[in-house]
């Protein structure tokens, strides 16, 4: 045996996204890319802003002495600046450029979360559904993930929460807008779940820490405005990226900000540093850094995932899939016809559309279905779609 056991182990279970992704690959080669309707994957399909391109073609054009040599392991003092100042104000509270950490991507920035924080046999609590790389990336700091389920329409369930506290849980992890479902929190519960974070970090005599995943923030429908999650908590931790708010998921960008009303502040964010560095990243890459400061207040044109979601829910909802209506992100996570989430998956491969059986999330009896791709290929799917349903009984029309 060359490998580790538990890389062995791990391997085994290997991830659901990546299996249809590849299964769709192998569907793709046999009838062509067109007639393959692929929803296995969350990747971005809108192009950067045109902004992004322009800065990176006038560096390249007048490059800055230095700028592909290393640098303070949290990065750039003029990004963390920038980033400090659109968390001041979007917050109302003290950022300084100290509470911002520079990371590879939100995948990058939750790790060495991890790496700081966690003791062997430490917990975090995380609401299920959830995106299932959390559970790798908590065991890779030795800690252990603890999972609390959701109500019927993903929001979170508070006393499931308190129930899961207790001398061993470290922090409690919230990714809102969601992955799997497109869920995103409300200020009461957000507000609930500050209070009852205080009460039991009260009673355990430490400061258990909230870490909000916030990858797809900008990534919000209905004009709604998503909570400050900063403003329900002290001991709050915002890990985000431009994977997606500016569709760099490739160029592994993104950062960790520690509230400045943090009691550990300073330590968290030293040992933050500290793990960058260790666990190989070194810095987030120096290009990027340059590139996303001044674009804080961008975005893609979040209207188009917007007309998607309502394409694609109203055609759902008509075929008689029950499927909760997602306010942000870009996925929906449906409930499957049958119990068996894994067969009913197949059956949509038949039709030569791929999704991600709900098991890969931590929820049997669902799917779930990533729809940044192209318009067509949702309309090319939709007829799939309708006679799956209608072969289950659901169908209506
Ligand atoms: C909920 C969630 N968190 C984190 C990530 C990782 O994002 P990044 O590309 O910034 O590492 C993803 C990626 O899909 C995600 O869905």
Redesign the pocket.
Known sequence: MVISKKVKNALQGASWVRRMFEEGEELKRLHGADNVFDFSL?NPNLEPPASLKNALKALADCPIPGMHRYMPNCGYSETRTAIAEYLAEESGLPFKEKHVVMTV????GLNVIFKSILDEGDEVIVPSPY?MEFKFYIENSGGQIRLVQTHEDFSLDLKEIEKAIHEKTKAVLV?SPN?PTGVVYDDASLKKLGELLKKKSKELGKNLYLIS?E?YRRIVFDGIKLPIMFNTYPHTIRVT?H?KDLSL?GERI?YVAVSPLCEEADDLIAAIVFANRVLGFVNAPALMQRLVAPLQKNSVNVRIYEEKRDLFYDALKAYGYDVVKPQGAFYFFPKAPIEDDVAFVKELQAKRILTVPGTGFGKPGYFRIAYAVDKKVIEGSLLGFKEVAMKYGIGRR
């Open positions: 969350g991507g939100a995948a990058g995106f990714n992955n995943d990858a990226s994977s998921p993104g």
